[in-house]
DNA sequence: CTGTATCCTTAGGGATACTG
DNA sequence: CAGTATCCCTAAGGATACAG
């Protein structure tokens, strides 16, 4: 199953891997907030519906994004973790927080950032190789 | 017109203004390739309809990501600029053409990349100052 | 717990004709 | 040239029931 190409530019291109609503939700969830079981993806705050979350957890993987492996103790309980290629998207998904964070207007600028936040922003290649190291 | 947000998520709100399958595209063709006129959208390689432009034109105008001006000498002619909140997605841009030229089976890695991503790995940050400047 | 399988609805988008 | 206005269609997504 290839995906079609619109165009040959790598911006096309990544938007075409993760390019829709739900996937880059899913890889920030893998990332940056540790998640790393089905019904954890579940619960995130955005309320992504089961068939759509596990069409996206298959594509992800199709894509080389993510991996699935079975608990060794559990057997009906499999872990996503994030290949070396989403790994690689951590600059992007810094990027987009901070662009966020700065121009959302219903953000209250007096309200701290979360602690992940300011960590990003202090210094971005510590946490980037934590981030990197958590999952080696 | 309010977008209505799916989460607190600053990712989240960046993805609900240009988080479709056209809005980056365009932002990328007014950014980085200069384009200023409906027609050069249209023309871009990816293939947007007519209907479908004008509606990312406008409702990037909402979101404050573009401007639109008319032409002193031709008044049919309007000219589309981007907003500084629009130019500070200049690094998420880059880090996604980065990602891509990167992780794109298709190209060849023994051909060589654009002169305007030797550009912007060789010096980001004067590739970005470059880009503000031109639009002061 | 981790998904399938259905059913249904809607938003998004393509094609095209037309306009000042 | 820079769009509107339609029409139509499909893919995407939501809700829910159920299964191993």
Same mark, same amino acid.
């Given at each position: 199953m290839k995906h079609k190409t619109r165009s040959s530019c790598p911006i096309c291109f990544s938007l075409e891997l993760f390019g829709d609503k739900w996937s880059l +939700?899913?890889? !920030?969830?893998i990332i940056l907030f540790d998640k /790393? =079981?089905? =019904?954890?993806?579940?619960?995130s705050s955005e309320g992504i519906s089961t068939n759509i979350l #596990?069409? $996206? %957890?298959? /594509? %992800?993987?199709? #894509? &080389? +994004? @993510?991996k699935k492996k079975q608990n060794e103790e559990n057997q009906k309980k499999f872990i996503y973790a994030p290949t070396d290629e989403a790994l690689d998207l951590l600059p +992007?998904? @810094?990027?987009?927080? +901070?662009? &966020?964070?700065?121009?959302?207007?219903?953000i209250d600028a007096s309200q701290a950032p979360p602690e992940f936040i300011k960590k990003m @922003?202090?210094? !971005?290649? !510590?946490?980037?190789?934590?981030? $990197? @190291? /958590?999952? /080696?």
């Open positions: +939700l899913i890889l !920030r969830d /790393k =079981h089905y =019904h954890e993806f579940m619960d #596990a069409d $996206r %957890l298959q /594509k %992800l993987e199709c #894509a &080389g +994004l @993510i +992007l998904l @810094i990027e987009m927080t +901070l662009w &966020g964070v700065k121009h959302n207007p219903e @922003i202090k210094d !971005r290649k !510590r946490f980037i190789k934590n981030i $990197r @190291i /958590k999952f /080696k």
